[in-house]
């Protein structure tokens, strides 16, 4: 068999070679200069299977093929639902100071796709021994809802935990006048280890650099029945993740973007007071921001109210100054990443991850039409069941019949609003289905996705690469 060098994967180990190399259907191996007893070879050929036991042993000798805390540094996550991704993400980050977050799934991810823990991490790695990538890059264990979730993400050697206390946080607005007084009647101040007179006195003045914070007793006791057992189960994460981890370093994430209502400014003040005073050491909170984060398009809402709010976000941020504001659902949400760069001053984390897999999707839309279409089909007929999960608005019947377009414009549709999201939302269902001949053709038509991918992710990154201004310079 014929294997063709991927010449970017060459590195060295004590004095001996080491790299990947490529078959005619696009798999990959690794291959030595002499025999490494230490790895589990299928040949004589010094040719080694990309199994788990050679990604364990190969961090065990290459420092940078382990991920790392990335602390205050400008961050993207790149969550790749195929396995196959990362190379192409590490292109669109070459040059740039952005630090990448390669390997990122959630929980609900990893059940979609049959996945674990392990495997993403050795995935994402693999990508970054091919590209020889040796600067920083972090593992984000996504939505992170229990201690039992967290636990296996840690056994796999993840740095980056993402809380997600959703469930914990009550929609106030959805509550009849009774059951509001009720709750605001009936605080339970222990939940927080304060009482009712340190928690007013907490929050009655207010930072000179914050004066456009406001907040009456009713405020302050809203806040805290509203995100109270939200901190409270991020303080319980926290404290098992910090006995697991020890003098290890590691991100910290606070996400509360997945809720009905939006993050108030006060709100914000209050989660990050709390969540100080609790010493809790995070370092990065995603609120939930005014207007539409739908998955796989723009941002939905009016621009200057969205700056108009973020610029107070910010300001919360800066006021803090030991953590990043972190965009949830970002991908393709262009018309907000400069304002978030520029007034967080860089200091900020995007994680994207679905529109990789559309960008996937393009590449089979053009090299594989009818593959394309079964899974298009499949996708419309799930999508009523699989964007329950999801915040979503596509109408499938704005859609055309796939039938009655030619094979050339298929990959228009991942242009498309409806039905990006229709795609978007049942890649598990897809890959249950297809994944095999998926993962085939994008195997053979490797160089083109990669250059797809890169150039696709490139537009995320544009906004958040740090220019000096020219008196800086």
């Not at 600067?135 to 967290?150: E, V």
């Not at 000179?208 to 901190?231: C, H, N, V």
Request: with cysteine; hydrophobic share 35%; aromatic share 12%.
């Amino acid at each position: 068999m014929k294997y063709s060098l991927i010449n970017t994967s060459v590195t060295t180990i004590d004095s001996q070679k080491i790299w990947m190399i490529r078959d005619a259907e696009g798999n990959r191996y690794l291959q030595s200069d002499r025999p490494i007893k230490a790895l589990k070879s299928e040949n004589n050929d010094n040719i080694y299977l990309l199994s788990p036991e050679n990604a364990k042993w190969l961090r065990s000798q290459i420092p940078w093929l382990n991920p790392q805390p990335l602390g205050l540094k400008t961050s993207v996550g790149t969550g790749d639902r195929l396995g196959i991704s990362t190379s192409g993400h590490i292109r669109a980050f070459q040059g740039t100071q952005i630090s990448p977050v390669l390997a990122q799934q959630s929980v609900r991810e990893l059940i979609r796709t049959h996945r674990t823990a392990q495997m993403v991490l050795d995935d994402a790695m693999w990508g970054v021994f091919e590209a020889g990538w040796n600067r920083p890059w972090g593992a984000d264990a996504d939505h992170l809802k229990t201690i039992d979730d967290m636990k296996e993400y840690y056994d796999a050697g993840f740095t980056f935990f993402t809380i997600d206390p959703g469930e914990y946080v009550k929609n106030l607005n959805s509550l009849d006048n009774v059951t509001l007084r009720s709750l605001l009647n009936n605080i339970d101040y222990d939940l927080l280890a304060t009482s009712e007179s340190e928690l007013i006195n907490n929050y009655t003045h207010f930072p000179s650099s914050l004066d456009f914070i406001t907040a009456s007793e009713q405020d302050i006791k809203r806040a805290f029945i509203k995100y109270g057992g939200a901190i409270h189960h991020v303080q319980k994460m926290y404290s098992q993740l910090k006995s697991w981890m020890g003098n290890n370093p590691f991100d910290f994430e606070v996400s509360v973007d997945e809720t009905d209502e939006p993050t108030t400014i006060f709100e914000h003040y209050f989660i990050a007071c709390e969540l100080k005073r609790l010493g809790i050491e995070w370092t990065s909170l995603a609120p939930r921001f005014v207007g539409k984060f739908e998955k796989g398009v723009d941002y939905q809402g009016n621009l200057h109210e969205f700056e108009s709010e973020y610029r107070k976000h910010a300001a919360i941020q800066k006021y803090f100054g030991n953590y990043k504001i972190s965009i949830h659902s970002g991908s393709d949400k262009f018309s907000i990443y400069k304002i978030c760069a520029v007034n967080s001053e860089y200091k900020t984390h995007l994680k994207t991850a679905g529109t990789s897999y559309l960008e996937a999707l393009r590449i089979i839309a053009t090299v594989d039409p009818e593959l394309f279409r079964k899974i298009y089909d499949l996708s419309m007929n799930r999508y009523e069941i699989d964007k329950a999960s999801y915040y979503v608005s596509a109408r499938p019947e704005n859609l055309p019949k796939i039938s009655s377009l030619p094979d050339d414009r298929l990959p228009d549709l991942l242009n498309q609003f409806d039905s990006r999201q229709v795609l978007h939302v049942c890649f598990g269902a897809v890959l249950d289905q297809y994944g095999k001949e998926i993962l085939l053709d994008l195997n053979r038509n490797y160089d083109l996705y990669m250059d797809d991918l890169e150039k696709h992710l490139r537009k995320h990154l544009q906004d958040f690469i740090y220019s000096k201004p020219a008196e800086e310079s």
